[in-house]
Every structure is written in structure tokens, then in C-alpha cells.
């Protein structure tokens, strides 16, 4: 299963393209709002998440937890305590984590990047603390994914199915929605 957590602020390319990908690619994928049900972006679109109750998620069936970008979105998901919380058994447990746009900032702060390749968008790359910052649209570093921005959300999302199912399936996904 994959989590990906929406806050008030989000960037909806960086969180819509990937759930799409993910879904194509026959994951469960889970939408779960902070702080209430209907979440809005940064442009004003809302979305109705699948779930608030996030305890009810057993921590096995957990494969990756994704964290879109945008603002005020980013700062929104970085004060939750059950991202926070998500993040910590991700990163003690060898499951993936996924942030684009800004939130790699989330993951830079609490010193995850130390000596990883990253990626984010340009602005933030003073938080990506110790990383070794690519500029590239989208690093894999371990058990971390990294992307730049909205401009390379279906990129990411293609990577976030090849680090899960590998490259055959990401590249029948890239040939099928044209993106060769």
C-alpha cells in the first residue's frame, strides 16, 4: 500500500500524477487528509481524501508514503505529527519515501539526506541538509525518492512504479500513457 498524505496547500500535479501512475500500475494507494476530508490545493482545487483515520492502516502492508509539494502544503505536512511519525517508521523500517517540489525540505531538516543524492525544486535546496543536490528531475537514493517540481511529476511517478514493481513495468506504464 501507498500513503500519500494531502495538506491544505498541496500541489495537485505533484500529487495527482503519481496516485494516477501508482494506480495504473495496480498499487492500493491511499489518500489520507490532515486534519479533515477535503483538502484544498494551491490553486484552489479540492479533493475528498480517501481516509483521516490513518491508525487503522496496518504498518506491514505500508510500501511507500508520499509527500507532495506546494506551499503552504509543505509546511502543513512538516507540523503533522502523523507524517512525522510516518516518515520515522519509513526511514526505520527500509520502506520508501517519495517528496517532490518542496517537500524534500521536510526530509533534509530531520538530516535524512546526509550523503544522498536529492533533488528539489530551486529555492529549497538550503534545506536539503548534507545531501549531495543533483538539480536533476527526479534522484533514487536508497530507500528515497526525490523530485524537482510539478514539471516532472508523471517522471516521478513513473520512478515511484519502478522502484515497486521495477523498470519493465515502469516502462510499459511510460509506452502506454505516450510519454516515450
Do not use: W
Amino acid at each position: 500500500m501507498v500513503l500519500v498524505f494531502l495538506a491544505n496547500g498541496f500541489e495537485e500535479t505533484e500529487a495527482i500524477a503519481p496516485i494516477d501512475i501508482l494506480r495504473r500500475d495496480g498499487r492500493k494507494v491511499v489518500t489520507v487528509g490532515i486534519g479533515e476530508e477535503v483538502i484544498t490545493s494551491s490553486h484552489g482545487v479540492t479533493v475528498a481524501t480517501d481516509t483521516t483515520e490513518i491508525d487503522a492502516v496496518p504498518d506491514d502492508e505500508i510500501e511507500m508514503i508520499v509527500l507532495p509539494g506546494g506551499m503552504p502544503g509543505t509546511l502543513n505536512l512538516e507540523k503533522s505529527r502523523t507524517v512525522q511519525d510516518f516518515i520515522d517508521y519509513c526511514a526505520a523500517n527500509g520502506k520508501y519515501i517519495g517528496a517532490i517540489c518542496a517537500a524534500p525540505s521536510i526530509l533534509g531538516k530531520k538530516g535524512m539526506l546526509k550523503g544522498r543524492k536529492a533533488t528539489c525544486f530551486p529555492g529549497f535546496e538550503e534545506f536539503l541538509e548534507g545531501a549531495e543536490f543533483t538539480g536533476a528531475p527526479v534522484e533514487h537514493d536508497g530507500n528515497i525518492i526525490t523530485a524537482r517540481g510539478a514539471g516532472v511529476a508523471l517522471e516521478f511517478g513513473l520512478k515511484l512504479v519502478e522502484v515497486l514493481s521495477g523498470k519493465a513495468a515502469s516502462d510499459k506504464l511510460r509506452e502506454a500513457m505516450r510519454c516515450v
